[in-house]
């Protein structure tokens, strides 16, 4: 029985996944319909923490176990696997995720997502053979939003639709950037579609060390 979108939906928690979007691309021989999936949170970080790969001491855990998960589901579907990790070329996930119609470049230029706001991320897609119907889409989020991310960093690290890197990294450096690294980007922590979402400070603190 050929999947679809409400079955893929359904089984996604249970890998501790949630699914952020979906599109038919015309570029990936053999994919008919490519679903993007991220971190079910607030479910996730518990699940992960207590995974082989998190607690193995070996670098980056989480995209092993990305690797370990999503690769053994596609293989369950007959689908693809593909990763916004490893090596180059990279998978092109800021673009497909704006092609899903769930995600948009926001004011400071990173990522909003109607469920998941600034904390979206991805962890891997499913390329299915098959092409599947898919939903109807929401409207973007920051239309009707008084846009606070776009002035939420304590070091102006987003101005002029920059995002410049060295401060960013110098603020987490020192004690003022606390706040920033144990619960996660103040730009993103700003935008409202994240009360909502349900992002634990603990899963945020792992990327922010991460990136530091």
């Known amino acids: 029985m ?3 979108y409400a079955t893929i939906t359904q089984a996604a928690p249970a890998r501790h996944l949630a699914v952020r979007g979906a599109f038919h691309p015309d570029d990936l021989p053999g994919v008919g319909t490519l679903i993007l ?3 079910d949170e607030p479910r996730f970080w518990p699940a992960f923490t207590a995974s082989a790969e998190y607690r193995d001491g070996q670098p980056d855990p989480m995209d092993r176990w990305s690797a370990r998960v999503i690769g053994a589901w596609a293989k369950q579907l007959n ?6 990790f490893g090596r180059p070329p990279h998978a092109p996930f800021f673009r ?11 004011p400071i230029q990173l990522l909003v997502h109607d ?3 600034l904390f979206v991320s991805y962890r891997g897609a499913l390329g299915l053979p098959e092409r599947i119907a898919l939903p ?7 239309a009707a939003c008084a846009r606070p991310c776009a002035t939420a960093c304590p070091v102006n690290a987003f101005e002029n639709g920059q995002y410049d890197v060295p401060a ?8 003022a950037g606390q706040a920033c690294m ?3 980007c103040a730009a993103r922590r700003a935008c409202p579609v994240n009360a909502r979402f349900g992002r634990l400070p603990e899963h945020s603190a792992f990327h922010m060390r991460a990136f530091l």
């Not at 960013?168 to 004690?175: A, E, I, R, W, Y």
């Open 2 to 4: 050929s999947p679809t």
């Open 37 to 39: 999936l991220a971190p």
């Open 79 to 84: 689908a693809k696997a593909f990763f916004p």
């Open 96 to 106: 497909w995720a704006t092609l899903s119609g769930r995600a948009w470049p926001s």
């Open 115 to 117: 469920q998941a706001g």
């Open 136 to 142: 109807p889409l929401p409207d973007a989020p920051c």
């Open 168 to 175: 960013c990294k110098s603020h987490l450096s020192t004690p």
């Open 182 to 184: 144990t619960q996660g």
